[in-house]
């Protein structure tokens, strides 16, 4: 840097100082000298030859007169321009390295390990919540990494399927999950739905413009005094879900494993049918419109649609096999309940 700081001194000096014969003599005895080198060397070579510093002083004179800049014959303007380009991108793009958290020690890690090989059911957010106990202060997703590299490592063993876990709850389990909606007028809104899976029932929907965690926890609340009994409810990762504490609710929550929808399947399936039994058929405008598509859904999805989890029979559905055969229209005949009127 130095060399380079003189060179440009010495230069100016030149330019300021030296009388106009001398520096018309000079800029002879330089242009001929080029023209030797490019007689010695391709462009390939020498560009190769040219310094870092050499670069910056011709981008420097490039800014500062664009006429000088014809004049170069060893770089050409289009390769120094590429340069400069190049430079001002790294310089700006440059990461200053700032000190991260101190590492987890491999007490603590060990610590979690055993919690969650001792406690299979055990999501990130309950072993965080349990390590603030013994006066650790980790946060979830930090402990939720520790657990994946020890997955990956083969340390933590599936203690029994998941299929084996959802018999084992079946009778109280439920499912909880949120699908998008778009409408017309560019709005999206999100559609909060909770579902027993015993019954395939969709025990509760809520929408909201503004999918929050206060949002969610206002609805666990009410979900929780509709059934107050000791339930199990399972959701995915979305931090709408894993950041509430379920047992404050005497809820027992399970998170799925990132990326696997297959372990919600069923409310997978009950937003798959609101799509194309319902939603698919309306043009969307406004969150009322759509609030009532679903709720006349919800009605005859709970009540008169059969399906596998009633056993293929609506819910207080006599099957007479005597008396005439009604029908009644469901979302403006997109769907007919039919029975039998002993009238």
């Known amino acids: 840097m130095f060399n380079f700081l003189l060179l440009l001194l010495s230069s100016l000096f030149n330019i300021l100082f030296s009388n106009r014969k001398d520096l018309i003599l000079t800029l002879m005895v330089l242009k001929k000298e080029n023209q030797i080198y490019k007689r010695q060397f391709n462009q390939k070579q020498i560009q190769d030859l040219t310094k870092r510093s050499d670069r ?106 998941w299929k084996k876990f959802l018999k084992a709850h079946w009778d109280t389990l439920f499912a909880m999950d949120f699908m998008t909606i778009d409408t017309l007028l560019g709005k999206r809104l999100y559609l909060l739905l909770i579902i027993e899976l015993n019954l395939r029932k969709i025990v509760r929907f809520d929408i909201t413009q503004n999918p ?28 709408q879900f894993t950041t509430i504490d379920y047992s404050a609710y005497e809820i027992d929550g399970v998170n799925t494993a990132p990326a696997a ?17 319902a939603l698919d058929h309306f043009l969307l405008i406004s969150e009322k419109q759509i609030k009532k598509i679903v709720q006349e859904y919800v009605d005859y999805y709970n009540h008169y649609r059969p399906h596998q989890g009633i056993n293929r029979i609506p819910d ?28």
């Open 56 to 161: 910056i002083l011709f981008s420097i004179i490039s800014n500062l007169s664009k006429r000088a800049v014809r004049h170069l014959t060893i770089i050409k303007p289009s390769p120094l321009l590429d340069w400069q380009r190049r430079f001002i991108k790294s310089f700006w793009s440059y990461k200053h390295k700032t000190p991260g958290r101190k590492p987890v020690s491999s007490e603590i890690k060990k610590l979690i390990l055993e919690m969650k090989q001792t406690n299979p059911l055990w999501g990130c957010h309950r072993i965080a919540d349990e390590l603030k106990k013994v006066g650790i202060d980790l946060n979830p997703t930090t402990v939720n990494r520790i657990i994946q590299t020890f997955r990956k490592q083969g340390k933590i063993q599936p203690t029994g399927s």
């Open 212 to 239: 929050t965690r206060e949002f969610v926890k206002q609805r666990i609340q009410l979900f929780s005094e509709d059934f107050p009994e000791q339930l199990t409810l399972i959701y995915d990762n979305a931090p």
């Open 261 to 277: 929808p297959n372990m919600n399947a069923f409310i997978e399936r009950t937003i798959g049918s609101i799509w194309r039994e």
């Open 316 to 343: 207080g559905e006599n099957c007479f096999s005597f008396g005439s055969i009604k029908k009644k229209p469901v979302l403006g005949g997109l769907h007919h309940h039919y029975y039998r009127s002993s009238a």
